[in-house]
T-cell receptor, first 118, second 108 residues
Framework: GAVVSQHPSRVICKSGTSVKIECRSLDFQATTMFWYRQFPKKSLMLMATSNEGSKATYEQGVEKDKFLINHASLTLSTLTVTSAHPEDSSFYIC??????????????FGPGTRLTVL | TQLLEQSPQFLSIQEGENLTVYCNSSSVFSSLQWYRQEPGEGPVLLVTVVTGGEVKKLKRLTFQFGDARKDSSLHITAAQPGDTGLYLCAGNDYKLSFGAGTTVTVRA
């Protein structure tokens, strides 16, 4: 149980275009979803936290107008990278918690999406 | 700000040897988790430790949580090539704060 999927797994786009990444909880309702970014051989950096039906909370230094997050249902959150540039190339990973995001709740991670901006 | 420090950053050992990865923090967390990540994939949860002084075993892996709930260690006995990967510790206090990771390579 507690499977999280991401789509697409890989995407290559031209500079200036927008890219949407989907994160789905397949067998549970995810009231809270998290979006992370990971550079090669580096750790995961939290970008934002989203709760179903409300605006996402962004970490310091993350541009909310560039990284649009929508958590419209209990099983789907989307991250849209707007006007992508080569420096946005990275591995984007989402995670989800099954309850209200209590302090000790386990986050279940998706397989990640590799974004390459040419 | 990196709240969790992992050491060593890289570890390369021969099959059959033992290894230990350390995770230290100046903060107290509600719980601490260890993940293993392979290239191009998301991290996979290995264990969650909650109680200070707790020791958990997962086959050849032994996890310890410090008494003050600020530090933890992961010990692998008789490492195998399949143990190769990036090991991440993460402090859980609603949001996860990840350490920088330890890249473990086990040579056959």
């Amino acid at each position: 149980g507690a499977v999280v999927s991401q789509h697409p797994s890989r995407v290559i786009c031209k500079s200036g275009t927008s890219v949407k990444i989907e994160c789905r909880s397949l067998d549970f309702q995810a009231t809270t979803m998290f979006w992370y970014r990971q550079f090669p051989k580096k750790s995961l950096m939290l970008m934002a936290t989203s709760n179903e039906g409300s605006k996402a909370t962004y970490e310091q230094g993350v541009e909310k107008d560039k990284f649009l997050i929508n958590h419209a249902s209990l099983t789907l959150s989307t991250l849209t990278v707007t006007s992508a540039h080569p420096e946005d190339s990275s591995f984007y990973i989402c995670s989800a918690t099954a309850r209200g995001g209590a302090r000790t709740d386990t986050q279940y991670f998706g397989p990640g999406t590799r974004l390459t901006v040419l | 700000t990196q709240l969790l420090e992992q050491s060593p950053q890289f570890l390369s050992i021969q099959e059959g040897e033992n290894l230990t990865v350390y995770c230290n923090s100046s903060s107290v967390f509600s719980s601490l988790q260890w993940y293993r990540q392979e290239p191009g994939e998301g991290p996979v949860l290995l264990v969650t430790v909650v109680t200070g002084g707790e020791v958990k075993k997962l086959k050849r892996l032994t996890f310890q949580f410090g008494d003050a709930r600020k530090d933890s260690s992961l010990h692998i006995t008789a490492a195998q090539p399949g143990d190769t990967g990036l090991y991440l510790c993460a402090g859980n206090d609603y949001k996860l704060s990840f350490g920088a990771g330890t890249t473990v390579t086990v040579r056959a």
